[in-house]
T-cell receptor, first 111, second 119 residues
Framework: GEDVEQSLFLSVREGDSSVINCTYT??????LYWYKQEPGAGLQLLTY???NMDMKQDQRLTVLLNKKDKHLSLRIADTQTGDSAIYFC???????????WGAGTKLIIKP | DVKVTQSSRYLVKRTGEKVFLECVQD?????MFWYRQDPGLGLRLIYF???????EKGDIPEGYSVSREKKERFSLILESASTNQTSMYLC??????????????????FGDGTRLSIL
């Protein structure tokens, strides 16, 4: 079935760039999403990319999509302590209402 | 902004109790979802609803039921709570899209979650 995979942890130094990676198997995914979950809170939509794009930039966030390799990444420039959270990628397809979720990557910021 | 409100942030119940978790959205979204989130397991879909009085099982419906009597409200019911249902419960809503391709953007919007403990 459809699957979305992410590594569970990423540790970066404050001020460096963070790159969170995601691979997916459903080639019909039209939109791919990045969500952020701070401790004890719900999920907040960060950004999304449509499958006919290969890059989207929004302030410190850059999303890269490689459709051939089914690889999605989220780059956070100048990582700050407030970026410490779990980041989920999720894919949607034309065929149903659901999103397919990765397990989430916990971003740990070192001082 | 979309507002999804879950009735409780924290809830403690006893084994065997019937538990109701309520979720309300204010954006006239057709679709509503209940997930549970456990460490290392990500989000798992329990049930979803694409219209009033309509419901579909997700990946882990056992031990749960849902109710959607009004478009804005989606309730999750634990018929007889058990300790393995201790978890974080997240409600979400989304629009139904009417087209394909670039018209199919359907992000889900989440509430703040309910941390449920069953003793």
């Amino acid at each position: 079935g459809e699957d979305v995979e992410q590594s569970l942890f990423l540790s970066v130094r404050e001020g460096d760039s963070s790159v969170i990676n995601c691979t997916y198997t459903d080639s019909s995914s039209t939109y791919l999403y990045w969500y952020k979950q701070e401790p004890g809170a719900g999920l907040q939509l960060l950004t999304y990319i449509f499958s006919n794009m290969d890059m989207k930039q929004d302030q410190r966030l850059t999303v890269l999509l490689n459709k051939k390799d089914k690889h999605l990444s989220l780059r956070i420039a100048d990582t700050q302590t407030g970026d410490s959270a779990i980041y989920f990628c999720a894919g949607a397809s034309d065929s149903n209402y659901q999103l397919i979720w990765g397990a989430g990557t916990k971003l740990i910021i070192k001082p | 902004d979309v507002k999804v409100t879950q009735s409780s942030r924290y809830l403690v119940k006893r084994t065997g109790e019937k538990v109701f978790l309520e979720c309300v959205q204010d954006m006239d979204h057709e679709n509503m979802f209940w997930y549970r989130q456990d460490p290392g397991l990500g989000l798992r879909l329990i049930y979803f609803s694409y219209d009033v009085k309509m419901k579909e099982k997700g990946d882990i419906p056992e031990g749960y039921s849902v109710s959607r009597e009004k478009k804005e409200r989606f309730s999750l019911i634990l018929e007889s709570a058990s300790t393995n249902q201790t978890s974080m419960y997240l409600c979400a809503s989304s629009l139904s899209y009417s087209g394909t391709g670039s018209n199919s953007n359907q992000p889900q919007h989440f509430g703040d979650g309910t941390r449920l403990s069953i003793l």
